[in-house]
């Protein structure tokens, strides 16, 4: 072909090469706000609580009967030993001289026939039966006086009473409480706690006591935790001893304000958190600034926080904002 006949044929196709499209530029990487992990500590948990004896006892008869006089009231004093209350004994006595009246019986039976054997006149044999008989009649009048001595209640150990549960003139069952004894001097001072509040206190933990009435404050430290709920209401008990002397009689109820947590916690922003693949992330933003996808565990979320039990440290910057679309190893434009 002729240069001359080549050049209309080129020059179509150099004036489509001018004319095309420039291929569009990549869209800018993601905005996203960022947020500083830092520590710090749980507000302080405040209960309510009432004093008690360190140890409380309930005490009752053995047997049903009518109470015939209760001897204490609440907040005396009693001795081990001590009398507190009694039960109508009109029948046991009764029981009790008729038990006695058939072992002298059958005392004097055995006798006689002991005699009667010793000169022959009766066999060996009716000498055993009236001693089998004196025995029977020995064991009753052992009965009768138990039976009498249980209508009589006695305070096991020294104390104070709490509280009275019954009157006198009032039908009572066996082991039904009459009064509840409180045994020693060492008051505590009982709450109950949910499973959140109880991650927030410790054996040996620092308290703060004081009356619903805003008197005076006193120190006080944790002494027992229960491990398991209680069946009646789902919360844990929890003890605390007052550490400094106190006129607080029991019953009182008091306000228990604790210190943060001994360990303080490390809180995100809600929306830092990414849940995928049944697992919670956040994105770390690092040099570039490009983000590294970094798992940790969640302890619990408390308003438009979550608490982070495992993965962080503190002082990471991870995404606050717009994480939730991010994929690992993302440049990113930070917004500060």
């Given at each position: ?31 996203v706000r960022t947020f500083e992990v830092t520590r710090r500590g749980d ?179 944790v002494t027992s935790i229960a491990t398991t709920p209680s069946p009646a ?104």
């Open positions: 072909m002729s240069p001359r006949r080549a050049i209309p044929v080129l020059l179509p196709a150099l004036l489509a090469g001018c004319t095309r499209t420039p291929a569009p530029s990549p869209p800018p990487p993601p905005l507000e302080p948990l405040e209960l309510r609580g009432s004093v008690t004896s360190q140890s409380r006892i309930r005490l009752g008869f053995k047997q049903p009967g009518v109470v015939a006089a209760v001897r204490v009231k609440e907040g005396d004093r009693v001795a081990a030993g001590q009398l507190v209350a009694r039960l109508d004994d009109v029948d046991a006595r009764s029981q009790l001289r008729m038990a006695v009246a058939g072992r002298d019986k059958a005392r004097r039976d055995a006798d006689r026939a002991a005699r009667l054997a010793e000169e022959g006149a009766v066999p060996t044999g009716a000498r055993d039966d009236a001693m089998s008989q004196l025995e029977a009649a020995e064991a009753q009048v052992a009965q009768a006086q138990d039976a009498l001595e249980r209508t009589r209640l006695l305070a096991p150990a020294a104390g104070a009473v709490f509280v009275r549960l019954a009157e006198p003139g009032e039908t009572i069952g066996a082991g039904s409480p009459v009064v509840v004894l409180d045994t020693t001097r060492t008051l505590v001072v009982k709450a109950g706690a949910t499973l959140r509040e109880l991650q927030t206190l410790a054996l040996g933990q620092a308290a703060t006591l004081a009356e619903e009435d805003g008197a005076a404050s006193l120190p006080g430290r209401d789902g919360l844990y008990l929890i003890e605390v001893t007052p550490q400094a002397e106190t006129p607080l009689r029991p019953g009182t109820l008091l306000r228990m304000r604790f210190a943060g947590a001994q360990a303080r916690s490390l809180r995100i922003p809600l929306e830092a958190l990414v849940h995928r693949q049944d697992r919670d992330f956040v994105f770390l933003v690092e040099a570039g600034p490009r983000v590294r996808q970094l798992p940790i565990e969640v302890d619990r979320a408390e308003g438009g926080e979550v608490v982070v039990r495992a993965g962080l440290s503190g002082g990471e910057r991870v995404v606050a904002e717009g994480a939730y679309f991010l994929e690992d190893g993302q440049t990113v434009r930070v917004l500060h």
